[in-house]
């Protein structure tokens, strides 16, 4: 069950994270997934022009933490633990990427899920995440 949908996670970014919620567009925050896309400026390119490993982190990062917030509300605090990132194939040059999150667990302490990356114009993922949260206790 939603708890916050497309217009609640943007607001909280705007409000919570302002350093970055201009760089970042919640598309979908349903059930079975979130979509975030990454607006790609220079600042996210590497030599070469394609997005930096750092960027794609941080857009996976981002998604999965949208994602358990849409599930439990806007729990600032839940942080987290575990990342570990494959990536498969050189996203294009200079394009928006999207991420596609899913939580696999979502329990009352830890939240596991996973994040396919894509760039635009590429049918292809360019990167997959797997990440596990902390989720603080209720106070």
Same mark, same amino acid.
């Given at each position: 069950? !939603? ?12 409000? @919570? ?5 201009? @760089? ?36 996976? @990062? ?5 994602? !358990? ?48 990356l894509f760039s635009d114009g590429m049918a292809e993922p360019v990167a997959r995440a797997s990440l596990t ?7």
């Amino acid at each position: 069950m !939603i708890v916050m949908d497309v217009a609640a996670l943007q607001a909280f970014l705007a409000r @919570d994270f302002a350093q970055v919620a201009a @760089d970042f567009v919640v598309e979908r925050a349903e059930a079975d997934g979130l979509t975030l896309r990454l607006r790609v400026q220079e600042r996210h390119l590497r030599p070469g022009g394609t997005v930096s490993g750092p960027a794609m982190f941080a857009l996976a @990062d981002v998604a999965m933490y949208l994602a !358990i917030l849409s599930r439990i509300g806007p729990v600032a605090l839940a942080v987290t633990t575990n990342c570990s990132m494959d990536f498969m194939r050189k996203p294009q040059a200079r394009v928006d990427m999207r991420a596609e999150a899913r939580l696999l667990k979502l329990g009352r302490s830890l939240a596991v899920g996973d994040v396919m990356l894509f760039s635009d114009g590429m049918a292809e993922p360019v990167a997959r995440a797997s990440l596990t949260y902390a989720i603080p206790p209720a106070r």
